[in-house]
């Protein structure tokens, strides 16, 4: 019933994750009744995506295509003896953000999950712990998702950089409830994390 350029529109568009069929119509409608611009400016910007950008072959941090490393890796003021490990590249902006930590990054690229069919050797563990002796590292920080894959991964992690050096310190984010959540909207893992991370008063 529908025109099929606008049709094909709405394809695309519902393929995206968390897009359903009425969002993806209304995001449609909405390119076909703006400027047209507006649409070349996304087209132009999805076209040059994948030549823009590439993965840090040290960090697997997202950077452009002309360089060489990751720039916060590059950086001289960034202690490269501290390592914080994340599952997603986007993970790296919450952090920085915070404004608080000097270190460099390490992006694993998922965290083990079978039933997705991710097994360890599909991450970056590996080059994690070429990096540990590359770059004397002194201390790796976990910073997996608070999620049973996450707290897989992070056992995972411990194991294998404890038996990789055993004179390398490795922690991890603290756990707990965030500020302004009531109890009974936690989840299990939160709570529990809560209660293995209490502190004394």
């Known amino acids: 019933m529908l025109p099929q350029a606008l049709q094909a529109a709405i394809d695309a568009l519902g393929?995206?994750?968390?897009?359903?069929?009425?969002?993806?119509?209304?995001?449609?409608?909405?390119?076909?009744?703006?400027?047209?611009?507006?649409s070349e400016a996304i087209s132009d910007a999805l076209s040059n995506l994948h030549d823009g950008v590439?993965?840090?072959?040290?960090?697997?941090?997202?950077?452009?295509?002309?360089?060489?490393?990751?720039?916060l890796?590059?950086?001289?003021?960034?202690?490269?003896?501290?390592?914080?490990v994340v599952e997603e590249p986007l993970d790296i902006f919450a952090i920085e953000q915070t404004k608080g930590y000097h270190g460099t990054y390490h992006v694993l690229g998922g965290a083990v999950s079978p039933i997705d069919g991710i097994?360890?050797?599909?991450?970056?563990?590996?080059?994690?712990?070429?990096?540990?002796?590359?770059?004397?590292v002194s201390e790796v920080i976990i910073a997996t998702n608070p999620?049973?894959?996450?707290?897989?991964?992070?056992?995972?992690l411990e194991k294998m950089l404890?038996?990789?050096?055993s004179d390398l310190k490795i922690t991890r984010l603290a756990r707990g409830l965030p500020l302004g959540v009531d109890l009974s909207y936690a989840d299990q893992i939160t709570l529990s994390a809560a209660l293995e991370n209490r502190t004394k008063l």
């Open 119 to 136: 097994t360890p050797d599909q991450l970056h563990i590996r080059e994690l712990i070429d990096r540990v002796d590359d770059d004397d």
């Open 73 to 84: 890796y590059d950086d001289p003021n960034r202690d490269k003896k501290t390592v914080l």
């Open 54 to 71: 590439k993965l840090c072959p040290k960090t697997f941090a997202l950077i452009d295509s002309s360089e060489e490393v990751s720039p």
């Open 15 to 38: 393929s995206l994750p968390g897009v359903g069929p009425r969002t993806a119509e209304r995001y449609a409608y909405y390119l076909f009744r703006a400027n047209p611009k507006q």
């Open 147 to 156: 999620s049973v894959e996450g707290e897989s991964t992070a056992l995972l």
């Open 162 to 165: 404890h038996d990789a050096s």
